[in-house]
Structures are given as C-alpha cells and as structure tokens.
C-alpha cells in the first residue's frame, strides 16, 4: 500500500528493469483477475509509426466540440506522467494515479508468482487506464494509442468501435521487423473483424498488406490519397487550410494550426474516421463542431512555439519519416529565416543519418545529452555532422542558454528536436 503519489509512480517506474515483452497474455490474467474493465467502452484504436498523438488530438477536440466526454491514452508525456491517462484533455489527478496504483498492486504481485512473470511498465500503465475508464470514471468515447506495433501490444485486447492507423515508417525495427511489409503486418494487428478501418499509410508495401489483412477481417478499409483525398492544400500564417473529401462528405476550407504537410494528413484521417461515425449514427457531430474543433488541436511537442524572442520551436522528430516532416514544416513556413538547430538523440537510434538531414536546411547545428539512459552523447552526435558551424555541450542548460542569447535576430529560429523525452525536459525549463 502506497501512501504517497511519488511512492507510486517511482514503483511504476522500477518496472522499466522488465523491459519490453511483447505478448498479451499477463494482460488478460490482470484484466480476467480484475473483472474485464476494458469491456464496454467505446473505443477508436490508433496505431502507426508518426502521427499517433495529433490524430487523437483532431478527433479529441471535435468530440469535445460536440460536448462528448473523452478519454485518452498516449505516450510519452511531455510535462507529467499523469497526462497518459487523461480526461477531456485533463491529465487524472496525483489521487486517482495512486487510487488506481494500490489497486492493481496486489494483482502485479500475484502474477509474478505465476510462470507468466512480471509486468512490464507499459503493460501496468494500461492496465490502470482500463481499470480508470472501465470502472472509476468512464468516457462517452476513449482515443487509445498502441504503445509499440500493435499485433502484440498491451492494448489489443478491445474490440474497438474502428480502428485507425496512421502513416508508416521505419522505427522500433529491432522488435518490429526490419522490412515496411513486417513492421505493417505488426501495426494490422489492431484490425478486428468487421470494424472499418482509416489509414494514412503511403508506402505501396504497407497499403498491400493492410488492405489484404482488412480484407480477411471483411473490415470495411478506407485510405488517404484513395478513399479520402486532400484538395486545395495551403500554408496560412497560424498554420495549414485544406479541403477533404471523405467518402461520404466535402469539407471545404479547413484551417489547423499544427504546421506541415503531414498535419493535413493527420486532420484529414481523423476528420473521415469521424464522418464514418456520424454517418453510421454511432456520435452526432455538426459541421461547425467539426470545423471549430479541428481548429482547435494542439498537440504538445509537435512544431510547437514556446518561445518568441528568440523565436523557439520544439519538436519530437525522433525517426527518419519524423525529420522529413520536419525538414517540409520548415520549408512550407520558415524557408526565409536563418535555421539553428539544437539536437539530441537516443544512441540506439540512426542519429547519424538523421543529423545528415537536418544539415540540409541549418545554418548552425548545436548537439547535447539528456539524463536519460540511453542518450548519446553530444560528442558522439557533433562527431557525425559535417556541417561547419556547429558546437556541442554535454550540459543542455548551458547549451541553450548560450543560443538564447546568440540568435534573437528576426531572422533566425532556433529548432529544438530529437529524442521526445529531450524535448520535454527543453520544454518543461522554457514554460517555466
């Protein structure tokens, strides 16, 4: 029994040492041991390598528009651990996280005795997400986001109301596969029989084997560029318009304020997944909620400015289909400006072709470390750049102090990206 919210989370934490295990079996003991919580809430399942949080982002903020109540599971957090499991965009409170702690405790303890083990962190942290949404406080709709793949992921055990899966790119391969077609068969695992699914998957492999797994699941299949397509695209200063044409409906004049091509595609997926519910009566949605809330989302450490003079931008490209984002964000609305980038990464990721990417639109690159166990150091990633103007700091606060300093001309903008937990750490000094 936990007396204290720290106590709770640091025993949450000490499950990292389990690691990753794929697989559902200790799930269904917790959730057979503690009643099926997860059953009978009506649930979108998200799957994909980019683009998982600010898809359930658009189709949060057009819920709450139509004034549903909605939960949310995503991963990483940004500012606190509690914002994983969050209400109508409320992390739960520091009560509820330990409430929901020393519940599931006893059961943790249980299973390890048993020949399946321990549970994993990931697999705790969703456990408690049913058992909060099941049973202490439950949505009109919950948006669940997979933690890694999908076939064998802790959330796959709902049979969701439909399923989407964002686009699709190389990440997590050690676990994953190490082709597009493998690490897609992983994400298709959330397609559950006869429930429609949306996708923003581009390349041609991974469109093979999600409409052929669909297919077999008779789930009716629905795909961005084909069954959804995005017309009249265009920058606006706040951020992207665009119109849509779902298979059901025209939305004409969108406006986000998420930046980037990809954001278009993001809205666009979530805004026809809705249509599909609104169509088939399962929410009522008008077309001024939909366009008020799409307008809305924000998703934290997404292109996000949190700084003005310096201008400051963070954002979480930590994958090779994130720095092309990227790369296209800066271009689409900061081609004029002088670009500084401050980088960092974590060493089992392909930094080095990332950095190589990145130098194609910096004036300057800037390297660093985080306290995280498995950040490269900024040694390591300065070594690899071949720009010339670049310098590095094992110390971030030192590193970002100097830059704030250095670049509060108009026309620079300096781009705080890598690893989503270096950025959170930037973020969470900045907002202070």
């Given at each position: 029994m936990f007396i204290q919210y720290d106590e709770a989370i640091d025993w949450i934490h000490s499950r990292l040492k389990f690691g990753v295990k794929p697989g559902l079996k200790r799930m269904e003991w917790l959730l057979e041991e503690l009643g099926h919580p997860e059953k009978n809430i009506p649930t979108i399942h998200v799957a994909g390598t980019n683009g998982k949080g600010s898809t359930i982002s658009y189709m949060l903020h057009m819920l709450l528009e139509a004034n549903y109540k909605v939960g949310t599971f995503t991963s990483p957090y940004i500012e606190t651990f509690n914002e994983r499991i969050?209400?109508?965009g409320q992390p739960i409170s520091d009560d509820d996280m330990l409430l929901l702690v020393n519940e599931i405790k006893p059961y943790v303890d249980k299973i390890e005795e048993t020949e399946l083990g321990g549970p994993t962190e990931f697999?705790?942290?969703?456990t408690m997400m049913f058992m909060y949404f099941g049973k202490i406080n439950k949505p009109d709709i919950l948006l669940l986001e997979t933690g890694l793949g999908g076939r064998l992921d802790s959330t796959n055990i709902i049979d969701p109301i439909l399923s989407v899966i964002t686009n699709i790119g190389y990440d997590h391969m050690n676990i994953l596969g190490d082709s597009i077609a493998k690490i897609a068969s992983e994400?298709?695992?959330i397609i559950k029989r006869g429930r429609a699914i949306f996708t923003a998957a581009e390349k041609e492999d991974a469109l093979q084997v999600l409409s052929q797994t669909a297919l077999?699941?008779?789930a009716p299949f629905y795909?961005?560029?084909f069954d959804i397509k995005v017309i009249d695209q265009s920058a606006w200063e706040q951020g992207e318009k665009f119109s849509v044409q779902t298979p059901h409906h025209l939305y004409q004049d969108i406006k986000i304020v998420?930046?980037?091509k990809h954001q278009i595609n993001n809205a666009a997926l979530a805004i026809a997944a809705l249509d599909y519910l609104r169509l088939h009566k399962i929410i009522s949605l008008s077309?001024?909620?939909?366009y008020n809330g799409i307008k809305k989302s924000i998703w934290k450490g997404r292109f996000e400015i949190v700084n003005h003079n310096p201008l400051v931008i963070i954002d979480g490209a930590h994958n090779?289909?994130?720095?092309?984002s990227l790369i296209d964000t800066i271009n689409r609305h900061y081609s004029h400006k002088r670009v500084h980038f401050l980088f960092s990464a974590l060493s089992d990721k392909n930094y080095e072709k990332m950095i190589k990417r990145l130098t194609s639109v910096a004036t300057t690159m800037h390297f660093t470390s985080f306290d995280f166990p498995r950040a490269a150091r900024a040694e390591e990633l300065f070594s690899v750049c071949e720009l010339e103007e670049k310098t590095y700091s094992e110390s971030w606060r030192n590193i970002l102090k100097e830059l704030l300093v250095s670049y509060r001309n108009n026309d620079d903008v300096l781009i705080v990206t890598g690893s989503l937990y270096f950025i959170s750490e930037i973020r969470n000094y900045l907002m202070k």
């Open positions: 969050s209400m109508n697999e705790i942290i969703t994400k298709a695992g077999e699941k008779e795909s961005l560029g998420m930046k980037g077309d001024e909620q939909l090779d289909e994130g720095i092309e």
